[in-house]
């Protein structure tokens, strides 16, 4: 005998809240599951109507289970990705869609706030730090190098992450030593940009010795000024 969708409905909620203890357990704060509005109506067996979202929004949050962009959202469309987590996401946090946005972004950024010493490696004639290849053909989302008074300071290699993802210290370490041994004369240094901390990942970095890494996270907002029309 088939399940009916509201059954459905009720697995995929018991699902998700499993999901996200799952990923708290691994000391992912806050916790985050990301699912298609497509993957979510098939597995409610339901169409992605107006009415069923709003339902299932209620639904989600009295199991405090919340989502971002809500799922009552006009434009949402199906192969849209929706976040889930265990509390309300921040209401004016937003987070660059595509990590090569987020690779100009930080570009742009050089020579100025937490970046103000920075400026991307030209080395080789190459006109920017983007996308440096190492010998293995791996490849640095970002490097710079330090800008001193007494001349060129240290290589810093930058590795972005849309949100923080699992190995990324261990890929940063591999770059960091993959830089020195093509440039045995320089000084190297890590940065990692994430969306999201990851507290698992964190620990791991305070216990590494001999390398210098820092680790930040953005925050991207808009502050409406004007009332609205």
């Known amino acids: 005998m088939s399940s009916s969708p509201g ?3 009720d697995r995929f909620i018991t699902s998700m809240n499993t999901a996200l203890r799952e990923t708290a357990a691994r000391g992912v704060v806050p916790p985050i599951e990301r699912r298609k ?4 109506a098939s597995a409610c067996e339901k169409r ?3 009415q069923f979202l709003a339902s299932l929004q209620d639904r989600l949050n009295q199991s405090s289970v919340y989502t971002e962009p809500p799922l009552i959202d006009s434009g949402l469309r199906l192969d849209d990705w929706v976040l889930f987590s265990t509390g309300p996401f921040p209401a004016a946090a937003a987070f660059f869609s595509k990590e090569s946005d987020l690779q100009r972004f930080v570009e742009a950024c050089l020579g100025s706030t937490v970046f ?10 190459r ?12 490849r640095i989302d970002l490097l710079c190098q ?3 008074k007494s001349g060129t300071g240290a290589l810093v290699a930058i590795e972005l992450k849309r949100e923080q993802q699992r190995g990324t210290v261990q890929q940063l370490l591999e770059y960091l030593d993959a830089l020195k041994q093509l440039y045995p004369s320089r000084t190297v240094k890590g940065i990692i940009i994430s969306g999201r901390e990851d507290q698992v990942a964190a620990t791991l970095l305070r216990g590494i010795v001999g390398y210098d890494i820092e680790w930040f996270c953005y925050d991207v907002t808009f502050k409406k000024v004007s009332p609205s029309s």
């Open 127 to 138: 006109r920017s730090g983007r996308e440096f290849r190492l010998p293995d053909g791996r």
């Open 48 to 50: 992605a109507s107006a």
């Open 37 to 40: 509005l497509r993957t979510i």
């Open 7 to 9: 059954d459905q409905v």
């Open 146 to 148: 330090e800008r001193t």
């Open 116 to 125: 103000r010493n920075l400026e991307p490696f030209r080395g080789g004639g």
